[in-house]
C-alpha cells in the first residue's frame, strides 16, 4: 500500500493494437508505473486542482459517457451516458468537485457530480464556432472555451469565449432530444429579421441578441471573445489553462506560429505573449508563478506566469503531441506520444528513466495517491517496426495450427514478454495462413505474448529491445 495522501500522476491513454485504452498510476518519486487498469477510449482526464483530489473524471465511449474513477481503487463509476447527443471534446471540475463542464459543439453540458443530473448551456455568439476545450474558474460560475479548428480551407479566429453562467437550479430535468442534429440558437432570430424593413433590420441589429428561450432557461449569460492567433485554416483547438486564483488564462495553439497569450481574466485583454512558436503542451506550477512548456521542436521550457518571458528549462525531448502535469512539490511528469513517460525532480538536471505506457497519452493529472498494491511494471521485449496482424495458434494434427486475426498492433507498438517460442513457416495462400510446425529447412520464429490473451507475435515484424 502507499502512504494515503501522497500525490501520484495519473494518466490516459489510447488503446494501441490489442490492448484496450486506459488508466495507468506513476509513481511521482520513482517515475515507475506502479498500475494500470482498462478504460474505454479516453478524450479528456480532470481532476480538481492541488492534488488532493480522490476522484477523476474521464470521458469515454466517443466523449458520451463520463466515467468517475476512484484515485485509492481504480473502481470506476459510470456518472453520465447520452448516446442521443454529438460527443463532449474536453472536460473541466469546478473547485470544490460538485460540478463538470464538458464542451459539446456548440454548447456546454454541466453534470453534478453527486446526482448525475445535467442541465445544458448554449453559447450565443457570433460569429458562430465549436468549442473544444475548457477551463472553469475557481467559483464555478465563468467558463472559458477554447475555439475548436475546422476541417476545412476557410480561415478562422482562434480564440476563446468567456462566458457567465447561471448558478444550477435545485430542480431541472435534463430535456431530451428527439434526434442528435445540433440545434441554432439564433434560429428564431433569423426568422424575425427576415419579416423586418430595411429601417427595423439596421436598429434590430444595433443591439446584443440572445435567444429568449436560452435566456430562459440558463439566466443571463455575459460573454466576451478574445483573440489568441491570427486567422489561420484547420487549426488545432484552442488549449485554455487557468491559474489557481482565476486571475489569469493562458491560451495557446499547438503547432501554431503564434504564441502562447496570457489574459487578463478581469479585463479579458492579452496582456503577454510569450517568444516563438506555441508550445504544444503547457502545466502551471502550484504556486502559479511558474509555467512548464513542451515543444515540438526543442528541450521543455519554464516561462515566467506573469510576463512569460523564458526563465529556464527542463529536461523534454521535442514532441507533437504530450501531456504533462505538475505535483505540489514541483515534480514535472511528461508523457509522449511514443507511449513513454518521465518525471523530473525539481532542479533535476535529468529526466527519470522512462516508464512504458500501454498507449499514446490522452492526459495527465495529479492526485491524491492510489492505495491499491503495486505491481510490477511490464517488462517490454520489442516494437513493432510496421503495423501487422497478430495471430493466434490452434494445435491439431502434428502440432500444426496458426490462424490470422482480426487484430493490428501499429507501428512502433511496445511488445509485452512472451513465454514461449514456435519454429516453423507461415504462408499466405489466396488470403488463407497456413502454419507447419518446422522439421527441416528454413523457418521463423513466432512469439506468444500472454498480456496480450497468449496471440501469436511474427519475430519478422519486431525490433527487439
Known sequence: MTQSGVSHFYITYRQTGPKPGGIAVLDAATGRIRVTRALSDSLGLAARSGGTATTLYTLTEGGHHVTAVDTRTLETDLLFADQGRSWALDVAVNADGSRLFLTRGFGVLEVDTASGKVEGHPVPQEPSAAWGTVAVSPDGKRLYLGRSGQNSNAEETPCVLAMDVSEPPQEQAYPQETDTQETDPFEDLRRRAAAMSPDELEAFLQKDHVPEADAQETGPVSRHAVDVAAPAGKFRDVRVLLSADGATLYAFVPHQADPLVAIDTATLTVTARAQGPAPTALALSPDGTLLYAVHADRAGSILNASDLTETGTFPSIPDKAPAIAVAPDGTVCVAYSDQTCTVIAPDAAEASAPARLAGAPVAVVIAAATEVAPRSQPEYVGRYRHEAMLRRYTEYSGGHGMWSTNAVCEQDTFVPAYDKVYEGRYN??????????????????????????????????????
Open 428 to 465: 499466405l495462400t489466396d488470403g488463407v495462413g497456413v502454419w507447419r510446425k518446422n522439421i527441416i529447412g528454413e523457418y521463423k520464429k513466432f512469439y506468444r505474448i500472454p498480456a496480450w490473451d497468449n496471440l501469436i507475435v511474427d519475430g519478422d515484424d519486431v525490433t527487439w529491445l
